[in-house]
Nanobody, 123 residues
Framework: QVQLVESGGGLVQPGGSLRLSCAAS????????IGWFRQAPGKEREGVSC????????YYADSVKGRFTISRDNAKNTVYLQMNSLKPEDTAVYYC????????????????WGQGTQVTVSS
């Protein structure tokens, strides 16, 4: 069964850090690009970052550039999103998703999605 499971979310104070994980089961992540997206209450789903399957190229939304880092560990079949200097506006449910043959943050291009993990940044 193809499954993506996000973990690592939680409550953190502004300026703090979290590392999200996206673990795949039932298939090998090596062949897929992975994107991280987030959705805050009342807002549309927003692309955060993506990493390619071919050469590990990464891309970040302007809102997180310099603060977030995406990486992948193919041996563990897992992709990570390191989030530093978190701000209240980063509060959202974070999702990972897979894509083949596309590099970017259009959610309509992504195929399999995880269930999401809540990130709350508040003092």
């Amino acid at each position: 069964q193809v499954q993506l499971v996000e973990s690592g979310g939680g409550l953190v104070q502004p300026g703090g850090s979290l590392r999200l994980s996206c673990a795949a089961s039932g298939f090998t992540l090596d062949y897929y690009g992975i994107g991280w997206f987030r959705q805050a209450p009342g807002k549309e789903r927003e692309g955060v970052s993506c990493i390619s399957s071919s050469d590990g190229s990464t891309y970040y939304a302007d809102s997180v550039k310099g603060r977030f880092t995406i990486s992948r560990d193919n041996a563990k079949n897992t992709v990570y999103l390191q989030m530093n200097s978190l701000k209240p506006e980063d509060t959202a449910v974070y999702y990972c998703a897979t894509v083949a043959g596309y590099y970017g943050l259009d959610p309509d291009e992504y195929d399999y999605w995880g269930q999401g993990t809540q990130v709350t940044v508040s003092s």
